[in-house]
């Protein structure tokens, strides 16, 4: 699944979207992984557009959206915000991806200002190599991709047969990032969806043996960050059962902070055996 990078864009210029006018904008896919978009790259869109309709973006501390139908690359699309709240601490908005006409994305966010509280969090797991001490992942041999990532432990079985983590990987954008927090939770909103196989611990190692389509996408937002340095993704799934899949990642900065949490469920079906 080797990004083709038709552009000279970088990946936060992909992710923008274009303002049209009354809070819609105009976004494109990119063609890097076939003729549907990536799922990543679709929740990058909408949140970037509900972030340009905030006074403060840096407070966006969850969204949960849901993909209704394949987003073709290469042709525009509609995301249109709504304004459903702006309160004095609490802010949401309702986003809506539209492509020919058809509703693709629908995605809800909501924004919290800072208080303060008590403190406490899942604890970063022991024994990563730093990213220094990894191999890039071979999928960009070309070294076109506008991110690299470098894999880390993976699989960690546990003994009872379940995975306490199905994947661990560093991953870091290769273009430089505006001074913009609209920039870096877009970016980050784009990685969370970077789980690999890990929603399938049975076939982990296998790719172009099922249909893996994500069915919905939720994230938490802890703490500001810097996407500009490396940043760890720790995945492992709850179940598969009639056809689906639930995984769970928490995202790392490198120092054990950790910033991000998401949980997605997935439609996985076996694809027929080849005659080949």
Known sequence: MSPDRRDERSLVEVLTARPRGDDCFVVMAPNWFGPQAFGGVVVG??????????DDPSTLHSLHGYFLR???VEEPAQVRVERTRDGRTFSARQVTTEQNGKVVFSMMCSFHAP???EEYQLRMPDDVPPPEDLESDPFDDEGSAPFEVREALYPVPRADGTYESTRRCWFRPVDPIPDDPVAHITLAAFFSDMTGTSFRPNNLGEWDTHTDASLDHAVWFHRPIRMDDWLLYDLYP???HRGR??????MYTRDGSLWLSMAQELLIRALPPSND
């Open 115 to 117: 208080e303060s509280g």
């Open 238 to 240: 709850v179940i598969n």
């Open 70 to 72: 394949p987003v073709a």
């Open 45 to 54: 869109h909408a949140v970037n557009a509900a972030l340009q309709t905030v």
């Open 245 to 250: 899949s639930t995984v769970r990642g928490a």
